[in-house]
């Protein structure tokens, strides 16, 4: 039996239509364009607005433009991945609603929760079920509501986050295209440094818990910062080493979209130029699982076949990790 890969045939994605921009921002708590821009590189970002409106309605438009433009019908289907820290629901998996409103039957579905490193995660895992040819149509979505954890009064977070969605369709195939290499880690030490303080089983809901605003996110931005460049960078610069890929015979970097430093710093120690990076957080901020497959949305028509690209990743838990993928088509050719 061929040995098979796990190729990336179809890429949607969806944003908002909302623009929070910097100004408004200001307006709201005490900060301006120039600070926002200068620390962290976002200009503005999308908000979903609606009421009843969550992760998977974004994750649906997502999802059925991957199915659209790969000819898919939802019935086809056998996997579906949803990558999100904001569901809809504690349960039912956000996959499962999505799947849902897809009208997806055949599949069966679940979330992972890896912080913005969960689309990483999610593609990995799916990956696996493809190459062993168990699985032969899965759907790999990363998307997140950040604006519904968003304390819009604390001006250290308030400016990062925004809203998005983006999905993948993976495929097996017998050519050297696809998933061929992958490091994920995670510490749990990180925890205290990024998360949720309440509404999970160790504190759940109360009004004590709504007063003391703590089901927002909570960060210890310079402990953030630190470990993410050093994290991200590391195991970036290790994929491409072991795969004997080297700055001249990488085509893209697809970095998480947290922090313009952070993408600057990983970049540097990989030794690659600007031009080589997917870069979008000025526009969108950080969508948390949505970050990594919106880049490669937005960047689909620049694609060809057998670029190298690694898509790098950190986030709560703490979670990091890369993955190495040749690209296997031409947009022209979709």
């Not at 998996?93 to 913005?116: L, M």
């Not at 799916?126 to 509501?145: E, L, S």
């Not at 504190?203 to 605003?213: A, G, L, V």
């Not at 910062?225 to 004997?244: T, W, Y």
Request: proline residues 3%.
């Amino acid at each position: 039996m061929e040995k098979l890969n796990a190729v990336i045939t179809a890429v949607g994605g969806y944003v908002p239509d909302y623009v929070l921009t910097n100004e408004e921002l200001s307006k709201m708590v005490e900060t301006s364009d120039e600070w926002i821009t200068t620390r962290v590189g976002i200009k503005e970002r999308r908000i979903l607005k609606g009421e009843g409106k969550g992760t998977s309605d974004m994750a649906m438009m997502a999802v059925n433009q991957v199915l659209e433009k790969s000819g898919t019908s939802p019935d086809e289907v056998d996997m579906l991945i949803c990558a999100t820290v904001t569901p809809d629901h504690i349960f039912p998996a956000t996959a499962n609603i999505v799947s849902d409103k897809c009208d997806i039957r055949n599949a069966h579905s679940f979330d992972i929760n890896a912080g913005c490193s969960g689309f990483l995660y999610a593609l990995d895992t799916a990956a696996k079920f493809v190459q062993t040819g168990n699985k032969k149509k899965v759907i790999v979505v990363g998307a997140d509501k950040m604006s519904s954890i968003t304390d819009y009064t604390d001006r250290t977070t308030c400016v990062l986050f925004g809203d998005g969605a983006g999905a993948v369709l993976l495929e097996p195939t017998t050519e050297e295209v696809g998933m061929l290499d992958s490091k994920l880690q995670s510490d749990g030490f990180g925890r205290v440094y990024l998360h949720q303080k309440a509404g999970g089983s160790v504190k759940p809901p109360s009004h004590e818990t709504i007063d003391n605003r703590e089901h927002f996110i909570f960060q210890d931005g310079p402990h953030v910062f630190k470990h993410a460049v050093s994290k991200m960078a590391d195991v970036a610069v290790e994929v491409m080493e072991r795969n004997n890929i080297t700055s001249e015979t990488l085509n893209w970097l697809v970095p998480h979209q947290a922090n313009m430093r952070i993408i600057e710093g990983t970049a540097k120690r990989m030794g690659i130029e600007k031009e080589q990076v997917m870069i979008n957080i000025h526009r969108y901020g950080n969508t948390t699982a949505g970050t990594l497959p919106i880049c490669l949305w937005e960047w689909e028509d620049q694609l060809k076949k057998g670029d190298n690209i690694i898509l790098a990743a950190f986030g709560a838990g703490f979670t990091w990790g890369a993955l190495y993928l040749k690209w296997g088509y031409n947009s022209d050719k979709k």
